[in-house]
Structures are given as C-alpha cells and as structure tokens.
C-alpha cells in the first residue's frame, strides 16, 4: 500500500511540476534534444531570469530536466527520452477530439521534426509503417507497443551502417510506438529511433533547422528514403 501510495506521489508530483504554462513552454522548448541556459530558457517562458531559475529548480527536482556546467554556465536538457515521449502523449491528449482528427501543426513541423534524440512527423510515420510492412519491426507477443528487429530489419540497418549490436546492448528500450502528436499514429521511438536519426542527420537525408525542432528533409533524402524504403516524400 505504502508504494502504490509513493508511486501516486511521484505522479501528481510531476504533474503539478509540468503543470504550469511557463514551466510547459520551457519543456516544449527542450524537446529538440538541444540543451540551453536558464537565461534562454526565459526569453522562451516569458519570465524573468530568477523566476526561471525556480521553475528550472522545481523540473529538476521532479527529474523532468538535468543540467550540465561548463565554464560559468549552466545548460539545462530534458531528463531522457522518457520524458519526451511522455510530452508527446500529453499533446496529443490536449489536441485529441472525437471528430474526425484534422492536424493543425505547421507543414514543416508536421512533415519532419525531432522527439527529443528520435524522428518524428508524416516521414517517421510512414517509415514506420514501412518497416512493419516488409516485416524488418514486429510487434513483441507480450507488449505490441515493443518491437523486435527481425533478421531481414537486421540486415538491413546494418549495410546502412548501424551498429545494430551495440543499440541492442544500450540500457534503454529498443524500439518501441510513440504515438505522433501531428499525425495520431506511431513513429519508431527508442535506441532504434535515435539511431535512424543519427544515421539521417549522418547521411544528410534531413538538415535540423536552427534552434527548432523541425527537420528539411533533402533532395538526396527524399532520393534515398525512397529507394531504400519505399517511402515517398
């Protein structure tokens, strides 16, 4: 009793740190996998440099976000990659409607932009119902929100040049659906995520916009998705 009782604590404790328009707007701002100071965290929020340095220190506290010193600053990122799904489960959530689903998110955003270290958007989604298409990702029996990467997806990823060994051995869930915020339907989250989007940052299949999230997919990216994956762009 006295841990289910902990657990509801740690919950309502991070909802009430997220909670919080300027705390949100912060948060937001972070989900490009980008760190930054508490000073341009808030010209983003809209408060002052020490009404900043309080919401930072409560987000901390509830391990929404972790910070690094270098020199005299300090630069504040998202906790992990858990705390981003979570953000992106909460705005889908906000938007969600029991009409039929019309995304409201900017054309550039919806096309392509980064969740934390992984890709998200219209190309994360149908990169993802490619993969399961040609049976390179099966959902595993006890969870259908993890995959598991089958010999051929092996094969594969590996002559693209992904260590496929080493993401496997990483402390961190493999690859698993992170329901899109723009699209409702989901895009490949996890190490695996991360490193398609390693490899297509590497392999100049899409350029990352200046301090956004969204991602300019390339001439040689639309090329190469398309022929390698069968997705159109």
């Known amino acids: 009793m006295d841990v289910e009782h902990d657990a509801d604590l740690a919950v309502s404790g991070i909802a009430a740190a997220i909670g919080e328009p300027a705390r949100v707007r912060m948060l937001y701002c972070l989900m490009d996998g980008h ?4 000073t341009e965290l808030a010209v983003v929020a809209e408060v002052t440099p020490s009404t900043a340095s309080v919401h930072l220190a ?4 509830n391990r929404l976000v972790k910070v690094f010193s270098q020199g005299k600053y300090r630069y504040y990122s998202l906790a992990g990659a858990n705390v981003a799904v979570a953000l992106e489960a909460l705005q889908v959530a906000a938007g969600s409607s029991n009409g039929r689903f019309v995304p409201s998110t900017s054309t550039q955003l919806r096309t392509a932009r980064t969740c934390y270290d992984h890709m998200a958007g219209a190309v994360a989604v149908s990169l993802h ?5 040609l049976g390179w990702l099966t959902a595993r029996p006890a969870d259908h ?10 094969r594969v990823l590996e002559h693209l040049g992904i260590d496929v060994e080493a993401t ?10 992170c329901l899109d915020w723009s699209e409702r339907q989901p895009h490949i989250g996890g190490a695996l995520g991360a490193a398609l989007l390693k490899l297509a940052l590497r392999s100049r299949w899409v350029v990352q916009e200046l301090d956004s999230r969204a991602l300019s997919v390339t001439r040689v990216g639309k090329r190469e998705m398309e022929r390698r994956f069968g997705v159109l762009i």
């Open 35 to 38: 760190a930054r100071t508490s």
């Open 58 to 61: 409560r987000l901390k506290e």
């Open 129 to 133: 119902d490619r993969f399961m298409r």
């Open 145 to 154: 929100k993890s995959y598991h990467l089958t010999p051929a997806g092996t």
């Open 168 to 177: 496997l051995a990483l402390r961190r869930h493999f690859a698993f659906a």
